[in-house]
C-alpha cells in the first residue's frame, strides 16, 4: 500500500514568512511523530500524536513552532516567522503503535530553506 | 540518559566486505532498537530491529548483535553491496514512544 507522503517537498521561505508542512500517514496508523533533522545529523524528535491527541509536544523548539492532526489522520506542522535556524528538512513517521508494534515509517521529508 | 552514542562517523569497505556499525547507549528502559538506512535526498527506511530480550536478530543480509549488560548494539551487513551505499542510523526509544537516533554513519562500498 501506499507509504506516509509529505507536502511540499521542498520549501523556500523568506526570513519572517510562515509555513505549513503536511504529512499523510500510512492508513490506520495511529501514531503519528513528527522529527526534524539537520544537515549531516540524525533526526531529533519534535512531536508526537496518537489519533488526535498531541501527547508529546516537548521536542518542538520555540512557541513558533505548531501541530496539528484534528481529525486522527492528516497532520499539518507550522511555522511562524521562520529564522535560517529552522532550515532542515522535517520528517514524518507513522506507526500502528500497541502491543508489540513499536514500528515507525518515515515519509520522504519536507527541506526547508529559510533564506 | 538519553542519548545514544554511534560510530564510526564513516566507513569505507570493499564490496563483499562486512561493515559493522556499533551504538551504545545508558538507559536500561529503551526497550526497542531499530536500524534504519537513509539515501540522499529520501527519508529514513527501517531496516531491522531488535527487543531487548535477544540477543542476535538476522534479516537477509543485515544481523543485529545486542548486548544487554554492556548496553550496546551493532549492525553487520554480509556480503555489502555497493547499493548499501547510504547512511545508516541507530535508534533507540521507550516502547511506544519516541524514537532516539544515534548521530549516523556514511558507509561507502566500493566495487
Known amino acids: 500500500g501506499a507509504g506516509v507522503s509529505q507536502s511540499p517537498r521542498y520549501k523556500v521561505a523568506k526570513r519572517g514568512q510562515d509555513v505549513a508542512l503536511r504529512c499523510d500517514p500510512i492508513?490506520?496508523?495511529?501514531?503519528l511523530f513528527w522529527y526534524q533533522q539537520a544537515l549531516g545529523q540524525g533526526p531529533e524528535f519534535l512531536t508526537y500524536?496518537?489519533?488526535?491527541?498531541?501527547?508529546?509536544k516537548s521536542g518542538l523548539p520555540s512557541d513558533r513552532f505548531f501541530a496539528e492532526r484534528p481529525e486522527g489522520s492528516v497532520s499539518t506542522l507550522k511555522i511562524q516567522r521562520t529564522q535560517q535556524e529552522d532550515s532542515a528538512v522535517y520528517l514524518c513517521?507513522?506507526?500502528?503503535?500497541?502491543?508489540?508494534?513499536?514500528?515507525?515509517?518515515f515519509g520522504p521529508g519536507t527541506r526547508l530553506t529559510v533564506t | 540518559q538519553q542519548q545514544v552514542k554511534q560510530s564510526p562517523q564513516s566507513l569505507i569497505v570493499q564490496k563483499g566486505g562486512i561493515p559493522i556499525i556499533n551504538c551504545a547507549y545508558e538507559?536500561?528502559?529503551?526497550?526497542?532498537f531499530p536500524w534504519y538506512q537513509q539515501f540522499p535526498g529520501k527519508g529514513p527506511a527501517l531496516l531491522i530491529a531488535?527487543?531487548?530480550?535477544?540477543s542476535e536478530k538476522k534479516e537477509g543480509r543485515f544481523t543485529i548483535s545486542f548486548n544487554k549488560s554492556a548496553k550496546q548494539f551493532s549492525l553487520h551487513i554480509m556480503d555489502s553491496q555497493p547499493g548499501d551505499s547510504a547512511t545508516y542510523f541507530c535508534?533507540?526509544?521507550?516502547?511506544?514512544?519516541?524514537?532516539?537516533f544515534g548521530t549516523g554513519t556514511r558507509l561507502q562500498v566500493f566495487p
Open positions: 531488535i527487543r531487548p530480550d535477544v
Open positions: 500524536f496518537q489519533n488526535e491527541a498531541q501527547l508529546d
Open positions: 535508534a533507540a526509544s521507550f516502547p511506544g514512544d519516541k524514537l532516539i
Open positions: 492508513s490506520g496508523h495511529v501514531s
Open positions: 538507559n536500561t528502559a529503551f526497550d526497542y
Open positions: 513517521a507513522s506507526g500502528l503503535q500497541g502491543g508489540s508494534s513499536y514500528e515507525q515509517y
